[in-house]
C-alpha cells in the first residue's frame, strides 16, 4: 500500500472527484494552499487529512509538504487535482512498492481536452514522477513550474492517468497560463544568458523524460519558435489526428509560446535600473492548477 498526497488552490470543481478515485489507499492526504473557494469544505467530507500551506513555488510546496506532512506509508503517490487515479494504476503502484525494484517511479499522462484524450500532439507517453519512496526525492523549482531531484534508481510504470486540463474552463486556462508565461519567461532568459543545449542528452538520453529536458534546450533558441512549436505538434506528432480538439490544442500552445517569446524580449530589453529586473516579475503566488 501507499500514501497519496493531492495538491490543491481553489479546486472545488475536482476535488470531489479526485478524492474518490484516491479513495483505494487507506491514507490520503489533501495539502492545500490556503483555497478561497469550497475546495477545504467538499475535502473535509470525505476520510483524508486535510493539511494547508501558504503556497511559495511549486518546488518548494511539494518539498515542504514531504518533509512535514507525515505519512501512514514509506511509498507516496502525488495526485493533481485534475488528475486522476485508476483501478489499474493503483494495483501496478502497489506490485511497484512492494518489488522494490527502484526508487522511484515516472507514469505516463493522458491528456483529456475537449472530451477527447488528445494522444498525438502531447507527446504521448509524457511521462511525469508520481511514485517514489520518501527520502529518495525532492523537488527544485523550473520556470512557472517543479523539477524533480531523485537520488536513487527510477522506473517507469506501464498504467497511466488522465489529466483534465482545462476542465476549470477556457478562461481559466488563459488566466492561468498568462501568470505561467511571466515564470517562463525568467527561466527562458536564464538558459539563453547561461544555458547550453544538451545535444548528447537530446539525442542519447537514458530516458524519454531526459531527452525531453534536452530538447527543451534547443527549442528555447530556435528562430519563429510559435511557428515551428505548431507545425511541430500538429503535423510533426500528428496534432492533425486528434481532430478539431487537437488543432485546438496545438494552437493554445502555440499562442502560450508566443507569450513567452514576448515576455522574454521584454525583460532581456529593460532599460538598465529599472525597477522590474530578471527575477522579480511580479506573479501571483498560486499552484500550479492544470
Known sequence: MFSIYILTYNEEIDIAECIESAMLSD??????????????????????????????????????????VETKHDWVYILEADERMTPDLFAECVQASRAGDHDSYFVAERVMFMNRWIRHSTQYPRYQLRLFRKGSVWFD???????????????FLKATYPHYTAGKGLSRWLEKHNRYSSD???ETLRQLESGRILWKQMFFGK????RRHALKSLS???????????LYMYFGLGGIWDGHAGFAWCMLQAFYEYIIVLK???LRDLPPGSHIQMGSIPSPLTPKDL
Open 27 to 68: 491514507d490520503i492526504i489533501v495539502v492545500d494552499s490556503l483555497s478561497g473557494d469550497r475546495t477545504i469544505e467538499i475535502a473535509e467530507r470525505y476520510p483524508v487529512r486535510v493539511v494547508s500551506h501558504a503556497f511559495e513555488s511549486h518546488g518548494k510546496q511539494r518539498t515542504w509538504m514531504l518533509e512535514q
Open 141 to 155: 523549482d523550473y520556470g512557472h513550474t517543479e523539477r524533480e531531484v531523485c537520488t536513487g534508481t527510477t522506473g
Open 184 to 186: 517562463e519567461a525568467q
Open 207 to 210: 530516458s524519454e523524460v531526459k
Open 220 to 230: 528555447l533558441r530556435l528562430p519563429f519558435r510559435p511557428l515551428v512549436r505548431f
Open 264 to 266: 522574454t524580449r521584454e
